[in-house]
């Protein structure tokens, strides 16, 4: 899709509309986005489709419930085209969340982000079951995504690996499973809660969200992964404020999802997705040997 084309769709949708620069993106899994003037964010599904529609409509209806249930600042979608194939919102403030800006901050600017980051993933896990329903939130199933995953390594990883690296992730495997054996309650999820949609808003000292395209009902440790990439001290403490249910196992979890994450990297990087093995493996290496 090019960029002409985005930016042609906005202006005869949107007239009102005005812009001097803009930034093109193309590296998301499942959007093209593009940035007018650091104020306005449109998005577009890559491949548009009735699925894609509907699932772009229900993220829009599910962000206007949780507007006023969050005290974040998350995507307010007040433009949509006739096709409902394009939607647009005020550009959400803050920088991306990295390790580099993390450290950077004070003690009492990260111990912030851990009350804002607590008090977001409990109103989120908390949402009634009945909302997720009446916004077609997909349910996980654990034992088919770990079956999907198994089948996908074998297939696409380990014919690239030594066969110590094999034997580790093996290992690992046996550990995930026995791990989504256990009972735990489901909850409405953000999904893929990582720095990169984790915004630091440095004027307000305030967390933002962005980007609830996977957000589904499942196991709610899988919010914390991505914390532990700014360290065990964060998490412990955004486990500790967290007024969700905690099932004794939820960190322990958690974990093993960080660790899942360079498996996701390196696969998606062999299926025509924009990231690299190069970079997944690099990740593998990190949080595995």
Known sequence: MKAEFFLQKIKIEFPEVKWKKYIYLTHGWDHVIIILDSKFVFRMPKKVSKDSLSNLHDEIQLLRYLKNKVRASIPDYTYLSKDKSLAGYKLVEGRELNLNLYKQLSASEKENIAKQLADFL????????????KYNIRTETPAKLYAWQVRDIKKYIFPRLNKKEVLIIQKYLVELKAALDLNF???LKHGDLTWEHILWDN???RVNIIDFSDRSLGDPASDFAGLW????ELVKRVYKLYRGKKDGKLLYRSQLYFKRIPLFVMK???TGFPCTFK???????????
């Open 203 to 205: 004027r307000k000292k």
């Open 279 to 289: 970079d997944g493996y690099a990740m593998f290496k990190k949080r595995f040997i």
């Open 185 to 187: 309650s489901s909850a």
């Open 268 to 270: 998606d990087a062999l």
């Open 122 to 133: 409990t109103t989120l896990h908390k949402t009634p079951f009945s909302i997720a329903k």
């Open 229 to 232: 990439e700014y360290g065990s």
